[in-house]
């Protein structure tokens, strides 16, 4: 792992006009959905306690190209960081997850970036120096999730005839025959540790396959997984949409799931920030999480749904074709294998099913699969460090300056016991129990 930071990509498209403030209003109350979301008299509240006081004005926040980053690129395009007083923010983007962490780790006043779009356990393991250059803690808060679902696990189309889903039995005695033929097999994600890496495990375990044995893991960043492939790198992938799409547009494979299959509205990315630029801004901070959550809402709505595929394929963003991202922001699920579900239940959530809240309890899971792999040490104290990491108190006091209604807003940090598709449950008053229940995994 390269450890050495990196200075933050610079975007070289030029930024579409921003709307004005009138048409920003119109397009976010378009949607019957949003005004059910925005209670009236909202926006003018919000703008006038978005522009009172801001320590600061600017912010750098990094994003990969993936479908779940667009409550950022919808908050920069609707003018919504402006809305709230933040006027110099700069959304960039990142060629890898280990570019993100190193620009984390240097800081925008040092050449890096204040906050991204990230996977979730990242700031975790960045706050325990556990991916760190000279595992140097570096203090992180995670604001909010971004989304729910999402992600999918594709198969190469050399196993077409397998036509894998939630079953991965048959794949552990294809790459184990492809193996001992003197063949190379990988199983490829995004970044140790993070989400893909953990859903692909999962999957692949549950199917009896070890991933340190029979099915190595190797890291690709989510932009290049189609490319890669398409060359034959890797016989499975997981990643972020638009990518899974993409693979089955080219004809180059297939998906086996969508990750909400295994954990129906599982949490997935998160905006995560280095904890001094909150410390020291705090209501800049609130400004740029009340953007954020309204960009979510915007998202959420299925009349937007076109409008976020467009914004989402820009080349300053994505840079995909807006059909490769549509049908699957709609719930339009089309496998590759003739198996094409309509109106899925598993859709990318941005602000439905809590959404937007960082419960406590999904980050412990996060922190216990990472423990389960070996990433983090058993006897590892999560629960001190979920303390020191979320702050869904901040996300609760931004939603209470936007007056969003008390229905949208758990009354718990914890959504209780969850249940995967394999019949595993995790309790989060008993994440030992859940680990010890768990037959392949790799301690440290």
């Known amino acids: 792992m390269d450890d050495t930071p990196k200075k933050p990509e610079q975007m070289t498209d030029v930024a579409q006009p921003r709307r004005t403030f009138i048409k920003q209003s119109l397009g976010l109350l378009g949607g019957g959905a949003l005004i059910s979301l925005l209670p009236p008299g909202m926006s003018a509240a919000v703008w006038a306690a978005g522009t009172d006081g801001l320590e600061t004005t600017r912010a750098k926040l990094g994003f990969i190209a993936l479908t779940d980053a667009a409550p950022l690129f919808v908050a920069d395009e609707l003018g919504l960081f402006a809305k709230h007083g933040m006027t110099e923010v700069e ?28 996977l979730t356990p990242m700031p975790y393991l960045m706050s325990a120096g556990k991916i760190t250059p000279n595992n140097q803690p ?87 997984m189609v490319a890669n492939m398409k060359v034959g790198s890797m016989d499975a992938f997981c990643v972020g949409e638009p990518w899974n799409a993409q ?35 705090p209501k800049a901070t609130r400004a740029l999480l009340k953007a954020v959550m309204e960009a979510q809402m ?32 709609q719930g339009t699920f089309d496998f590759g294998t003739g198996r094409v579900e309509e109106n899925s239940p598993h859709l990318m959530r941005f602000w439905s099913e809590f959404a937007s809240y960082p419960f406590k309890s999904h980050d412990l899971w996060f922190l216990t699969e990472n423990i389960r792999w070996g990433y983090l040490p058993q006897g590892f104290d999560s629960q001190a460090l979920i303390a020191k990491v979320n702050r869904e108190d901040i996300w609760r006091q931004a939603a209470a300056e936007l007056n969003v209604p008390a229905a949208q807003i758990p009354a718990s940090t914890s959504r209780g016991i ?13 994440p030992q129990a859940y680990l010890d229940s768990l037959a392949i995994k790799a301690l440290s």
């Open 138 to 224: 570096v203090p992180m808060y995670v604001l909010a999730r971004l989304n729910l679902n999402g992600q999918g696990i594709s198969i190469s189309k050399e196993y077409a005839d397998l036509k894998l889903g939630l079953d991965a039995a048959p794949f552990k005695q294809a790459v184990a025959a492809k193996a001992a033929a003197g063949k190379k097999t990988a199983a490829a994600m995004t970044f140790p540790g993070g989400t893909h890496d953990l859903w692909i495990r999962y999957w692949m375990a549950a199917g009896g396959i070890e991933p340190n044995k029979d099915l190595p893991t190797l890291v690709v960043p989510p932009p290049q």
């Open 91 to 118: 959304v960039l983007k990142q060629s890898s997850w280990g570019t993100t962490r190193d620009n984390l780790v240097l800081g925008s006043a040092s050449g890096g970036i204040d906050g991204a779009h990230i």
């Open 247 to 281: 693979l089955i547009n080219q004809g180059i494979g297939y998906s086996a799931v969508t990750t909400g299959e295994l954990w129906k509205n599982h949490p997935e990315k998160a905006l995560g920030m280095r904890a001094d630029y909150v410390d020291a801004n």
């Open 418 to 430: 969850e249940t995967f598709f394999d019949g595993k449950t995790f309790d989060p008053e008993n």
């Open 298 to 329: 915007f998202c959420e709505d299925p009349a937007n749904k076109a409008q976020v595929a467009e914004i989402c394929a820009k080349r300053r963003w994505i840079g995909a074709p807006a059909k490769d991202l549509l049908a699957r922001l």
